[in-house]
């Protein structure tokens, strides 16, 4: 009896154990599949305990930065929702100082936003790789598939005992862990071969078309001449430069006059420099007059164009708004009396208010040609300016180096000139010689009278 009762209570406790056991086996896939679809199932809405939360408040400051500058967010919020991460984060200064400025002004470009996701999608791994997960074995490696699909290496060095991924040693291992991921820090950047090569071919000469200058050459401040190379001249040519000017002395301190016509035809884009200077009058304000009458009013911006085109230089002595205003209906109403007064202010010559200054400081009064032959404008040091003209119909200096491109000078100045009135010189009558015939004596006056009497007189001039 007593083995009957102990056998029945054997076999109930054998009968509550295998219940527990087929309860635990078919409760464990449930919660397995629960575990594994809850990530899934919270995609896009990452909670305050996600790697993406605590890479954004970690000290990591410039990972977190670029990773917004780069628009990643979304991108990785999609990612933690169906993977564990690991990031490998660099530190702050490996992003400040240790980085080369040019490289880094590169990635942050516009233009480069693609190269600069590729770079921080290297730094992300999407499985879940812990510090006690490197690779054991001495000089082992293991390589990971990253997000931007190329592979980082992780190697256990033996003699250092130094965990490293690429060329980047692990500084901080298990930095930050999360349910989601975790963050290692490492010492350096990580930089994919294909943004190098990006970075590469955007300095690579080859990359760039090389366009020759024609805008602005290069001007001697000493003459304010052009400094334009010699063209390779042919065996048995004739010299480039004229006698006289080969025999002349060296470079004068003097205002320099404007070089002839050079090079090629049309070789500078003289209207293209007019328009653009035309452009600066009124941009700076204070000069649309001048622009109107050398647009509208005449022809002479397609004129000066011309000239520009040719290789001559111009310095515009450009009147403000507030001097054309006193211009009179009767000083513009003349045939040709715009053309005119605006061939006055045209000096062929390339000046800046600079090498005005130094000429009249050096010989006190400075006489340049205009267009407007054969008048020269005068100019001389007052009150620490250079002003033009003499008397009442002078003007100053008053907006020095609007606009200077080596082939067009423009300053402007605070009145509109005038040449100097031709005066004729008056004639001056020559006192006339008072011719008096010579006298005759009494006894010849006798005979002339017998000889008139006789019809003689003729025959003898001193009788007339």
Not at 236 to 264: E, F, H, K, M, N
Not at 354 to 367: C, D, I, P
């Amino acid at each position: 009896m007593d083995f009957h009762v102990y056998g029945v209570s054997r076999l109930v406790f054998m009968s509550s154990i295998l219940v527990f056991f087929v309860g635990i086996c078919l409760a464990l896939p449930e919660n397995l599949n629960t575990r594994s679809s809850s990530p899934a199932n919270n995609s896009g809405q990452i909670n305050s305990n996600s790697v993406l939360v605590a890479l954004l408040d970690s000290h990591y400051t410039e990972l977190a930065e670029l990773v917004e500058k780069a628009l990643l967010l979304q991108t990785l919020e999609e990612t933690v929702g169906k993977h564990n991460i690991t990031i490998f984060a660099p530190r702050n200064e490996a992003l400040e100082r240790d980085l080369d400025p040019e490289f880094k002004r590169f990635l942050l470009e516009p233009g480069n936003l693609k190269s600069l996701q590729k770079l921080l999608m290297f730094h992300i791994i999407p499985t879940r790789i812990g510090s006690n997960q490197w690779p054991t074995h001495p000089e082992s490696t293991q390589h990971h598939r990253t997000l931007s699909h190329d592979h980082l290496f992780l190697t256990h060095h033996e003699k250092t005992g130094d965990k490293t991924v690429d060329r980047a040693k692990l500084t901080h291992p298990d930095f930050l862990t999360r349910p989601d991921g975790v963050i290692h820090g490492i010492e350096r950047l990580l930089i994919p071969q294909s943004v190098q090569e990006d970075f590469n071919k955007r300095r690579s000469l080859r990359s760039i078309s090389a366009v020759k200058p024609e805008g602005a050459p290069e001007v001697d401040p000493r003459t304010h001449r052009l400094k334009k190379p010699a063209p390779p001249a042919n065996p048995g040519s004739p010299p480039a430069l004229p006698i006289y000017d080969a025999l002349a002395p060296g470079p004068s301190l003097a205002p320099a006059p404007a070089p002839g016509p050079g090079g090629p035809h049309h070789h500078f884009n003289g209207e293209a420099q007019v328009k653009d200077f035309i452009h600066t009058l009124l941009h700076y304000g204070g000069y649309n007059e001048m622009a109107d009458i050398l647009v509208n009013l005449t022809s002479l911006a397609t004129e000066m164009g011309r000239l520009v085109s040719e290789g001559y230089v111009l310095t515009v002595l450009a009147p403000n708004d507030e001097a054309m205003a006193k211009l009179t209906t009767e000083q513009l109403s003349e045939p040709g009396a715009p053309e005119q007064i605006m061939y006055y202010h045209l000096v062929p010559e390339y000046q800046t208010e600079e090498s005005m200054y130094n000429a009249v400081r050096r010989f006190g009064k400075v006489r340049y040609d205009t267009l407007r032959l054969p008048h020269k404008v005068v100019a001389q040091e007052a009150d620490g300016s250079v002003k033009f003209g003499q008397g009442d119909g002078s003007a100053y200096l008053f907006d020095p180096d609007i606009y200077t491109d080596g082939r067009i000078s423009v300053q402007g100045i605070d009145g509109v000139l005038f040449p100097p009135e031709e005066v004729e010189p008056k004639k001056t009558a020559l006192p006339t010689k008072a011719v008096s015939k010579p006298r005759r004596g009494k006894l010849m006056e006798v005979a002339c009278r017998v000889l008139g009497a006789v019809g003689q007189d003729s025959r003898f001039t001193t009788c007339l």
